[in-house]
């Protein structure tokens, strides 16, 4: 098994512009989060997915961002547009029913 | 508001020392309470976990103790060694349900084990 696998591991660019992170969750998981990671913050749940359906988006700090899952194995979270304070290492994790989630190994953003 | 609160923010051990990270919750639906470590540059990983119907469970070095009327537990590192080093989170998120994987982490503890 792969694992969760996120693109780009690095990411920087300008602030104003259009930055989209991507996930492929493990086969067969049917539930997929995103989590941001700071300093300041430590890690904090920006959106999660069931079966493909938004679950609970509570998270995500404002309209600037969104997330899609168009099928089960892949999932997008854009940010447009990016600010500094967006600066962040943005984790991917997916889990199936009665499993534990399995975290990828994240995209660091920096939004300079 | 933060819900799950972790302490010590950092902790030096030597080599075959006992490590201890305690960690307090707010939200009396948790019922599931993870520890993860993380890795620079990984994801966090599943280390060990608990439900609260039981007061501790141990995985070779590492055990949790919990504490369900002070809404408290912590992880126990035993016989802590510098491959240990590393960053711990405790997490807590209902068992069952649509939200089972929604884990509220705490801060974080960074272990530094030394030789």
């Known amino acids: 098994d792969a694992g969760v696998i996120q693109s780009p591991r690095h990411e920087v660019t300008e602030m104003g512009q259009e930055v989209t992170l991507r996930c492929k969750p493990i086969?067969?998981?049917?539930?997929l989060f995103w989590y941001r990671q700071t300093m300041m913050r430590g890690l904090e749940l920006l959106i999660y997915?069931?079966?493909?359906?938004?679950?609970?988006d509570s998270g995500m700090p404002e309209d600037r961002f969104s997330a899609k899952m168009p099928n089960a194995s892949f999932s997008t979270l854009k940010i447009q547009p990016s600010e500094p304070r967006d600066s962040a290492v943005y984790f991917c994790?997916?889990?199936?029913?009665?499993?534990?989630?399995?975290f990828g190994q994240g995209t660091r953003l920096t939004v300079v | 508001q933060q819900q799950v609160k972790q302490s010590p923010q950092s902790l030096i051990v030597q080599k075959g020392g006992i490590s201890i990270i305690n960690c307090a919750y707010e939200?009396?639906?948790?019922?599931?309470f993870p520890w993860y470590q993380q890795f620079p540059g990984k994801g966090p990983a599943l280390l060990i976990a608990?439900?609260?119907?039981?007061s501790e469970k141990k995985e070779g070095r590492f055990t949790i103790s919990f504490n369900k009327s002070a809404k408290q537990f912590s992880l126990h590192i035993m016989d802590s060694q510098p491959g240990d080093s590393a960053t711990y989170f405790c997490?807590?998120?209902?068992?069952?349900?649509?939200?089972?994987?929604?884990?509220?982490f705490g801060q974080g503890t960074i272990l530094t084990v030394h030789p």
């Open positions: 994790a997916s889990r199936r029913v009665g499993t534990e989630a399995f």
């Open positions: 086969s067969g998981h049917n539930s």
């Open positions: 997915f069931n079966n493909n359906v938004p679950i609970d």
């Open positions: 939200n009396t639906a948790f019922d599931y």
């Open positions: 608990i439900r609260p119907d039981v």
């Open positions: 997490a807590a998120s209902k068992a069952g349900g649509t939200s089972y994987g929604k884990l509220t």
